[in-house]
C-alpha cells in the first residue's frame, strides 16, 4: 500500500498507538488502514459416492484438479460463497451440509472454508474458470494433480472419513509455502 484511501497523501507502516502490530497508517490524515486475512470458501460436492472436481483454467495452478471454491464477496455468508463458487466452477446446484473444514494458511494470509455439499442432478460443466469438471470415485481422485494443500488435506480428510460414514468439522493449519 502507497497511498491513503481516505485522503490520499502517503502511507507508512508502523506500530500505531495502543497497537501491537505494524499496519499502514496515513502521514497526513492518520487513518490506519488494516489488512485482515482473505476468505476462501467452497464446497466438496458429492454424489452417489463421488466427488466432484474442477480443472484449474486460471492461474496460479492452471490445468490442476481443484474443489469449487474462491474469495468470499462482501455482503454474502460463507453458505453464500461456497455456493456461488460451485455454481460459477462447475455450473452445479447443491444442497448445503455442514461445515467441513477450516483450514488457516497464515503465509499467504487466507482462511479456506470447505462445506459438504450434494448435488442436486447430474447436470454440471466448466464455468469459466474451469477447463472441465467431472465426478471422480474417491479410489481414483488425481492426488498428484491437485491444486493446493488445502484441498488435497480436505479430500484426504473427506476419503478418510467417508468410510466411516462420520463427518466431524476439522480445524487445521497449513504453515508451509506450496512448491511448484
Same mark, same amino acid.
Given at each position: ?89 462447475? /455450473?452445479?446446484?447443491? *444442497? ?7 483450514? &488457516? %494458511?497464515?503465509? #499467504? ?47 484426504? /480428510?473427506?476419503?478418510? *472419513?467417508f468410510s466411516k460414514q462420520h463427518f466431524?468439522? &476439522? %480445524?487445521?493449519? #497449513? ?6
Amino acid at each position: 500500500m502507497k497511498y491513503c484511501s481516505t485522503c490520499g497523501d502517503q502511507v507508512e507502516q508502523r506500530i500505531p498507538q495502543g497497537d501491537n502490530r505494524h499496519r499502514y497508517v496515513c502521514v497526513s490524515c492518520e487513518t490506519i488502514h488494516y489488512q485482515n486475512p482473505r476468505i476462501v470458501a467452497g464446497t466438496v460436492p458429492v454424489m452417489d459416492g463421488q466427488v466432484l472436481l474442477c480443472r484449474r483454467a486460471i492461474e496460479p495452478r492452471y490445468g490442476y484438479w481443484t474443489l469449487p471454491a474462491g474469495f468470499m464477496e462482501n455482503s454474502e455468508t460463507t453458505l453464500e460463497a461456497a455456493a456461488r463458487e460451485t455454481q460459477e466452477e462447475a /455450473l452445479a446446484d447443491v *444442497d448445503m451440509n455442514e461445515l467441513y473444514t477450516v483450514i &488457516h %494458511v497464515p503465509h #499467504i494470509d487466507q482462511v479456506h472454508m470447505f462445506y459438504r455439499a450434494t448435488l442436486t442432478s447430474h447436470n454440471f460443466g466448466a464455468g469459466e474458470e474451469s477447463l472441465e469438471t467431472q465426478l471422480f470415485h474417491l479410489n481414483d481422485i488425481p492426488w498428484d494433480e491437485l491444486s493446493f494443500p488445502t484441498v488435497r488435506r480436505t479430500l484426504e /480428510l473427506f476419503v478418510e *472419513d467417508f468410510s466411516k460414514q462420520h463427518f466431524p468439522v &476439522h %480445524v487445521e493449519d #497449513i504453515r508451509y509455502q506450496m512448491r511448484k
